[in-house]
């Protein structure tokens, strides 16, 4: 029977480190059938692209580096985020209720479903997008100014962003769930309207007064009954730090940030 742990970050992690822990467990979960659910959050406002993003487009890297924000490119596809003050999730997983049966899509929907479970529990009116001009998904817009289908929205406006990959023996998703939002650092480093970002997607504290500790606990039940037993907490071993901190130096390169 596959395990299933649960990570929650005691503290605020540099945008290399995040990203090399995401994909350290997933590297993990290509050697037995194990599956892990991270919550985290950033140590500076962030902004990360999606693997196929080309800079240029997705980002202004002056502004960026003059404001000292921290960038990152993810290994997982989607548009830019700006990363600061929300909850970041991650699913990383090859037990077989995401793969039996289940195409990309569905396991997004999966998902989907479970964080749309923890939003109604916080009294959260949420719901799944139907999405959106196949036109926004191929522009260089950011994350938030549009939904995709099995996104979830509130009152007709995004409040979560996410991003997966997957191969034939395990996925990665992660995703940010914005507590609050700065739209001109959001607008600054992607070159969108500010106005546009605030027309399409909304924020936790602007439907709800819920506490984040109540909020992450509300996911961590969803996620439980979901696949239907107790998750147990992930400690990191010598090795596992070992390995996530040369993975995090990959992050931290221009090789890999500024490849496209």
């Not at 993003?53 to 290994?75: C, H, M, P, T, W």
């Not at 507590?179 to 970002?197: C, D, K, V």
């Amino acid at each position: 029977m596959s395990s299933w742990y649960f990570i929650e970050e005691k503290k605020a992690l540099s945008p290399s480190m995040n990203m090399a822990i995401d994909e350290y467990l997933f590297n993990l979960c290509h050697n037995k059938s194990i599956g892990f659910f991270r919550i985290y959050s950033w140590d500076r406002p962030t902004f990360s692209i999606g693997v196929s993003q080309k800079v240029s487009k997705a980002v202004d890297l002056n502004y960026i580096n003059e404001n000292k924000f921290g960038f990152v490119r993810r290994i997982t596809g989607g548009k830019t985020v700006l990363h600061n003050d929300e909850i970041t999730y991650s699913v990383v997983s090859s037990e077989e209720r995401f793969f039996l049966e289940n195409d990309l899509y569905k396991s997004y929907s999966l998902i989907a479903d479970i964080i749309l479970k923890a939003l109604i529990r916080s009294d959260i009116k949420a719901e799944l997008s139907e999405g959106s001009s196949t036109l926004l998904s191929k522009s260089s817009n950011p994350c938030f100014s549009f939904p995709t289908p099995n996104e979830i929205e509130v009152s007709g406006k995004k409040i979560v962003g996410s991003a997966q990959k997957r191969d034939k023996l395990a996925l990665l998703q992660h995703g940010s769930i914005p507590l609050s939002m700065n739209f001109e650092i959001y607008s600054g480093g992607t070159g969108f309207s500010a106005r546009a970002i605030r027309r399409s997607m909304t924020t936790i504290s602007d439907v709800s007064v819920i506490k984040k500790d109540l909020l992450i606990k509300n996911f961590y039940i969803s996620f439980e009954e979901f696949i239907g037993k107790k998750m147990l907490k992930h400690e990191y071993s010598e090795k596992d730090r070992n390995e996530i901190g040369s993975l995090a130096q990959k992050y931290e390169t221009e090789k890999w940030n500024l490849s496209i």
